[in-house]
């Protein structure tokens, strides 16, 4: 069993900064299997969606509309991520979980961080 808990969300103007923050935690086994790992956001009466991804080879993927923006990390030996997110406009308002993928198959998320970027 793998916890995320995720940090860092709050209220910013538009063109402002946030760092989220993703924290695991569970046995080193079921850490030590987690593969990729990944921020989706969702707002209000939307679809969850991908917003960045970074595998457990340090692949990197990000949605066509955070490009530029938005930068995600991760710290291998603690299975931890983060997101770097810059230039921040209304429309990235949202409930932005973390996720990850154990080598088993199973997917773990996170509680969500609320993110609102005022006009």
């Known amino acids: 069993q793998v916890q995320l808990v995720e940090s860092g969300g709050g209220l910013v103007q538009a063109g402002g900064s946030l760092k989220l923050s993703c924290v695991s935690a569970?046995?080193?086994?079921?850490?030590?299997?987690?593969?990729?790992m990944a921020w989706y956001r969702q707002s209000p009466g939307m679809e969850r969606e991908l917003v960045a991804r970074?595998?457990?080879?340090?692949?990197?993927t990000y949605a066509d509309s955070v490009k530029g923006r938005f930068a995600i990390s991760r710290d291998f030996q603690r299975s931890d991520i983060y997101l770097e997110m810059n230039a921040l406009e209304p429309k990235d308002t949202a409930i932005y979980y973390c996720?990850?993928?154990?080598?088993?198959?199973?997917?773990?998320w996170g509680q969500g961080t609320q993110v609102t970027v005022s006009s």
């Open positions: 996720n990850a993928v154990h080598y088993t198959g199973n997917s773990y």
């Open positions: 569970g046995s080193s086994s079921d850490t030590n299997g987690i593969g990729a």
């Open positions: 970074v595998t457990r080879y340090g692949t990197i």
